[in-house]
């Protein structure tokens, strides 16, 4: 019955890849292009800059005339004529204020346009590396399933062979309890692993199209590194740029409402009809700024501008320790995971090949009664600690490298290397 136990328990966990769609296994690559061509949330950054550039062109309109015809004397219907010549004005007026609005006002909008550009490029940096992180889960809860599974069933044959040697008296009880408890034990942590798989695809889901969620991930098996090429080179960070140019429109918007000051400035020119002739008028309308009506607007937007310089100021702090972090967890993590990814004669990993061979030297050893079973427990485990560790070091690696990458200004999906596609061995 443990025996069926443990082949339903495996069938049905084995369901998280039987149940995936048919196709190759789903790559970093894949994701990232995804995340670049439909992502709902870059989608909505890219609307807000065409509603920057719709600001842009708005700022940079001037008001139109205002035509206009008077009527004075008229003759009402059914009364009497009126003893005055009727007189009838045409008159044209120009607004003036948006022509001297104009510079600073085109000023903030065009530096409105450009920190929601580089917002757009921010939240694309951002979309990238969080769909990267949801990837090398949705891959490390991938793996501890499958190793799980893999120990499940291994520790079941250790069971049986126990059993076996139990049966003929050659080994103890004991040894057949704990053999069944280690294989228990492991079958519950496979049901676990199981369930944080679901959540990991879940998570992956929301970067992906419904229809392509259910395909296998790929899971990489070679450390990433970044060419010399892109290891030279740094982009402005968009994060910084962004606050860089929201700083130029709160200054742009200081000069707006100074200028916001003499409102409603405008030339009139017309002409008038009276007892049969024509005059021409003309006028001017400038409001007296006795009252201080726009103090209040500039003193806001003076301190907004005061607090985009700081926001700069933090941003650009925070930017350098960032690069000086991620290049650290880049370089520290690149070495080790060399040095345990380093190529055994099968060309696999040699520190993985060690374990393997562990696992498979105790058992032969428990089969010839050269060691008890806790030893065989024991390199169990070490198998499955080991490659877990290892995978959890090398996609910590590959996030590292690609968070390196971001600090620079470098978008991940260009930085990905080539090889980026190859699974492990």
Do not use: C
């Not at 990238?128 to 490390?140: F, G, N, V």
């Not at 806001?300 to 100021?313: S, V």
């Not at 050893?365 to 050269?370: M, N, P, R, T, V």
Request: net charge neutral.
């Amino acid at each position: 019955m443990t025996r069926i136990a443990l082949l339903l328990l495996a069938s049905l966990l084995a369901g998280y890849s039987t149940g995936w769609s048919q196709g190759p296994p789903l790559s970093l690559r894949e994701v990232l292009l995804e995340v670049h061509a439909r992502h709902p949330t870059l989608e909505a950054a890219r609307a807000r800059v065409r509603a920057a550039e719709g600001n842009r062109a708005w700022a940079g309109a001037i008001d139109n005339p205002v035509f206009a015809v008077q009527l004075e004397n008229a003759r009402v219907p059914g009364n009497p004529p009126i003893p005055a010549d009727r007189e009838t004005m045409y008159t044209a007026v120009l607004p003036l204020e948006t022509l001297y609005q104009r510079g600073p006002r085109v000023r903030q909008a065009g530096a409105e346009l450009d920190a929601a550009r580089a917002g757009s490029s921010a939240m694309l940096l951002q979309l990238s590396l969080d769909a990267a992180r949801a990837y090398y889960r949705t891959a490390l809860a991938q793996l501890e399933l499958e190793t799980a599974l893999d120990l499940a069933t291994w520790l079941d044959s250790v069971a049986a062979y126990t059993r076996v040697r139990a049966a003929e008296g050659v080994a103890a009880g004991a040894d057949l309890l704990r053999s069944e408890i280690e294989r228990d034990r492991m079958r519950a942590a496979a049901a676990m692993r199981a369930a944080d798989l679901a959540g990991a695809r879940a998570e992956l889901a929301g970067f992906f199209p419904e229809r392509d969620s259910l395909r296998s991930v790929a899971v990489p098996g070679e450390p990433f590194r970044l060419t010399p090429e892109l290891a030279g080179r740094a982009a402005p960070l968009p994060q910084v740029e962004g606050l860089r140019q929201r700083l130029r429109a709160m200054d742009a918007a200081v000069a707006t409402e100074r200028w916001m000051l003499i409102p409603q400035f405008g030339f009139m020119v017309g002409a008038k009809e009276s007892a049969g002739r024509t005059s021409l008028m003309g006028g001017i309308s400038l409001p007296l700024p006795l009252l201080t009506r726009n103090g209040g607007r500039i003193e806001r937007a003076k301190g907004e501008r005061d607090a985009a310089a700081f926001e700069l100021a933090r941003e650009e702090r925070a930017a350098g320790s960032l690069l000086a972090a991620t290049a650290e967890a880049a370089r520290r993590l690149s070495v080790e995971v060399m040095t345990l990814g380093e190529k055994g004669a099968d060309g696999g990993s040699a520190y993985l090949a060690r374990t393997d061979e562990l696992r498979r030297i105790t058992l032969g050893a428990y089969q010839e009664g050269a060691v008890a079973l806790i030893a065989v427990v024991d390199a169990a485990r070490a198998w499955g600690e080991a490659r877990v560790a290892y995978y959890t070091l090398l996609f910590a690696q590959h996030e590292a490298v690609l968070a390196h990458a971001a600090a620079r200004g470098i978008d991940p999906l260009e930085a990905l290397p080539t090889s980026a596609g190859a699974t492990r061995p």
